[in-house]
């Protein structure tokens, strides 16, 4: 990542490498005697230092010999950057190792894993359910069904979209304790707002949920469209020096809560206009919301971010959307040949 850069970089040897990068070879070396050179010349005194010390600090032998280590290293791995911040799972891997956890040769795997297969991974319960909508025998179970896939995928979508903005948000200011509650408030804001909104679609006819339902779920599907050019754009250089980057930042939050909220209401009316109980509906909709919300959170987090990066995981979450919304014109063209 630092070679991506500066043109110059060396790496002293030790289990905690000092990395030093620049622009000016002569500038930027570890060669103990220009170091200890400069130390003379510039008046240091230390207690606990003396310029002698440089030789053993970093032995040119040892530091030539890291530094090809690190550079056959760093052919196998794509660098860290702010979209896609791969050496957070090479860490984490790390750190469960030195823990003597179960997970660090699972978490080291996974970071070996191909691009495709993850894609296909993530996709791969979502064409299972399409099959599975394609030779249903009962046509009264299929629209249910379908809002209901379409109200765990968009939850988990949701919670995605909300990772993803943070990331994006940290990358751009530094930090992101300070305004965590804000930004998490701006969600949940965004999921009443849009569950308000469309609180009216609990309370549909049979003939009214088929086609509301296809217009909600295409609504997120839209959003979902529009959201890795909305990342990429703001993480362009000009825009950064203006405050709009923390409006938009807010605004995706609102608007990724709103279209998340308000699949539900329309779902709990399809359901309930197929005759299903209140607390079943409620129950199975919560269920299912929160079952892809806590898949995202930890796969979105931990192991699609970093290694697709913000941008492709965006792409990938359209997909996942297209997904619900074929499902659920599906489901809505077959209700309509029954009825």
């Given amino acids: 990542?630092?070679?991506?850069?500066?043109?110059?970089?060396?790496?002293?040897?030790?289990?905690?490498?000092?990395?030093?990068?620049?622009?000016?070879?002569?500038?930027?070396?570890?060669?103990?005697?220009?170091?200890?050179?400069?130390?003379?010349?510039?008046?240091?005194?230390?207690?606990?230092?003396?310029?002698?010390?440089?030789?053993?600090?970093?032995?040119?032998?040892?530091?030539?010999?890291?530094?090809?280590?690190?550079?056959?290293?760093?052919?196998?791995?794509?660098?860290?950057?702010?979209?896609?911040?791969?050496?957070?799972?090479?860490?984490?891997?790390?750190?469960?190792?030195?823990?003597?956890?179960?997970?660090?040769?699972?978490l080291a795997r996974a970071s070996r894993v191909p691009r495709g297969w993850l894609i296909l991974l993530a996709l791969l319960p979502s064409l299972g359910f399409l099959g599975l909508m394609v030779f249903l025998r009962d046509p009264g179970r299929v629209l249910p069904l379908a809002a209901t896939h379409a109200v765990a995928v968009t939850g988990g979508c949701g919670m995605a979209w909300s990772l993803l903005i943070l990331f994006s948000y940290q990358a751009r200011a530094g930090a992101l304790y300070g305004r965590i509650g804000l930004l998490a408030a701006l969600f949940m804001l965004g999921l009443a707002a849009g569950g308000l909104a469309l609180s009216r679609g609990a309370e549909l006819s049979p003939d009214r949920a088929r086609r509301w339902l296809p217009a909600v779920t295409a609504a997120a599907f839209l959003f979902s469209l529009g959201v890795p050019g909305l990342l990429g754009r703001l993480g362009d250089p000009?825009?950064?020096?203006?405050?709009?980057?923390?409006?938009?930042?807010?605004a995706l939050l609102l608007a990724?809560?709103?279209?998340?909220?308000?699949?539900?209401?329309?779902?709990?009316?399809?359901?309930?206009?197929?005759?299903?109980?209140?607390?079943?509906?409620?129950?199975?909709?919560?269920?299912?919301?929160?079952?892809?919300?806590?898949?995202?959170?930890?796969?979105?987090?931990?192991?699609?971010?970093?290694?697709?990066?913000?941008?492709?995981?965006?792409?990938l979450l359209a997909a996942l959307e297209a997904a619900a919304l074929a499902g659920v014109l599906l489901a809505s063209f077959r209700g309509r040949r029954t009825s």
């Fill in 1 to 106: 990542a630092l070679r991506r850069v500066f043109p110059v970089v060396h790496a002293g040897p030790g289990p905690d490498s000092l990395l030093v990068a620049g622009t000016d070879p002569s500038a930027v070396t570890l060669d103990p005697s220009v170091l200890a050179s400069r130390f003379r010349s510039r008046g240091a005194r230390s207690e606990v230092f003396v310029p002698e010390l440089f030789p053993i600090l970093f032995p040119p032998g040892r530091v030539a010999a890291q530094e090809k280590a690190l550079d056959r290293a760093a052919a196998l791995v794509s660098p860290s950057r702010d979209g896609r911040p791969v050496s957070f799972l090479h860490a984490l891997a790390r750190r469960q190792q030195m823990a003597g956890s179960f997970l660090a040769p699972l």
């Fill in 238 to 250: 000009g825009l950064q020096r203006t405050g709009i980057p923390d409006l938009l930042h807010g």
């Fill in 256 to 315: 990724a809560g709103a279209f998340t909220g308000g699949l539900f209401p329309v779902a709990a009316g399809v359901l309930l206009s197929r005759g299903r109980g209140i607390r079943e509906t409620a129950g199975g909709l919560e269920a299912a919301d929160h079952w892809g919300a806590s898949a995202a959170a930890l796969l979105g987090g931990v192991l699609y971010i970093p290694a697709l990066g913000l941008i492709a995981t965006a792409w």
